[in-house]
């Protein structure tokens, strides 16, 4: 008999031939190694809201999960391709050059090569999300001779929507990638087919859906559908001259990221315990991007997804319920 459907905090992340999972009893990962071994392991890790009352009040905790999630993220990720087998493939085809590095600096190599790789990646971003948007505009507005001006939040908002979702098409196509959306559909299938009391076992996990409404995917294009209400809001009251300077009026916005980030997570959360009008509207752009951004997987990544999930959760459903 399927136990009661409930909604649940457990939420996760896909990792290279793995995924992580986070519920009732902490953290865990299950990796499949190159001989077919699937390794589970739990991770110590306390979220900083449940050390400090601060870091739990609403707004400021989304910001704390963000950053605590981006850099969880990078550790696992580098733990995940370390377990899989992957780095020791990628090792086995290094030319003269990378092997002399490799000698030299050994395990400090990779940690650097992600350490600017991440700076790079940040910079990058910082360019095309929040710099060429304003400078786009700025230069379309002068050929229309300024009537663009009430505008320019809302066109700086659909051109960050219309970059982002070509950026996730283009990155789809790469096969490595592809393989990630595939553990990521595995990841939000085992959790559908746990809230729905139905017990985790490949063909009932087959059957549910891989779209879901606490998804990351669907935290950043809620941010970036509210973040074109609040600049088209700050650009009424901002001067026109500050706004034609293209770098003061990026850095003007910038103080705005942690509020919109801390909205977008309260939404995300309030939209995972709630089924209504406006969850249904408000979600409807986020799980349309998770049909690029998650795959159906094959049954041997969705027995990873259970792994994952089984190593989080207690014998209690209620245990996890969002709160």
Known sequence: MPKKTHKTSVGGQALIEGVMMQGPKGMATAV?????????????????????????????????????????????????????????????????????????????????????????????????????????????NKLAGGSLTAWQGTFEGLLKIVIFVVYMVLVSQMKDIKRVFKYHGAEHKSICCYEQGLDLTVENVKKCSRFHPRCGTSFMFFMLILSIVVVTLLSLVVPAELKANTVLWTLIKLPLIPIIMGIGYEFIRYAGRHDNILVTILSAPGLWMQRITTKEPEDDIIEVGIASLKAVITENPEDDEIK
Not at 45 to 70: C, D, H, Q, Y
Not at 121 to 134: E, N, S, T
């Open 32 to 140: 499949r190694k190159t001989d077919g071994e699937i390794i589970t392991e739990y991770h110590e890790f306390t979220p900083l809201r449940n050390k400090n009352k601060f870091f739990n009040i609403p707004i400021i905790r989304g910001v704390t999960a963000f950053i605590e999630s981006m850099i969880n993220g990078y550790k696992l990720l580098m733990y995940s391709a370390e377990v899989s087998g992957m780095d020791e493939l990628e090792d086995a085809e290094m030319s003269k050059f990378e092997q002399w590095l490799d000698d030299k600096l050994g395990d400090k190599l990779m940690k650097i090569i992600m350490g600017i790789a991440s700076v790079l990646g940040m910079a990058l971003a910082f360019l095309i999300f929040f710099y060429l948007p304003v400078f786009l505009f700025n230069r379309i």
